[in-house]
């Protein structure tokens, strides 16, 4: 599972990157999206995609979504269920998410992710993240409208995988994170992609070694840099 996660400066490098693919100039760049060290589901995050209008060669984007996905073909913007991760294990196969799958895969930078570890009533905040590196989470995006009055909305998900090692310690799940030799791949929007292509994300995200540190107690509308502040190692 990702509820919460973090995204200061240090995120600028990685977003710098995917800018010079675009051909655009990083410093004549301006993100629609706030650093946050906080965010939560339906809050406007930094999305990165690929995308083509009438066959021509796909353009690399990056823009501000709304982080929890509307499937093209909902009627209203609040859905029954929760949006903001998918599960890669069903991904390819759930309704919500096939289409997106197979052509609309996104990344989500983040410096790390919040996870609680539940024991009886106790609910423990961790941090988790690479060390000195930023994170590129395996996402799915769709452009939703109320109406062909309304203006289109870029919403986006995160895909989680089951947590292994230390990790499954603090919760069962945990987002599929890509090292750098898969972020093209997954971006690719000229190749059609399946269950095996997420298969293959869950697979590579194993070589990414995070990190746990237990952090204070997060207040819903805190938001700095100190919620990453470890108050005892975990591992």
Known sequence: ???????DQTVDELITEFVIVTGEQPENWTPDWRTGYNIKPTERIATVFESSRDGATPVRRIEG???SLIPSWAREEKLKYPTFNARSETAASKPT???????????VPARGYYEWKTAGKTKTPFFISEAEQSLAFAALYTWW?????HEWMLTTTILTRKAEGPLAEIHDRTPVTLPRHMHDVWLDASLAGDQQLVDAAVDASRNVELAAREVAPLGR??????????VK???
């Open 1 to 7: 599972m990702c509820g919460r996660f973090a995204m």
């Open 65 to 67: 979504a709304r982080w």
């Open 97 to 107: 998410f096939k289409s997106s799958v197979a052509s609309k895969r996104a990344i």
């Open 145 to 149: 409208r109320a109406s062909p009055e």
């Open 221 to 230: 509308d805190a938001d700095g840099p100190e919620l990453m502040e470890p």
């Open 233 to 235: 190692p975990l591992f």
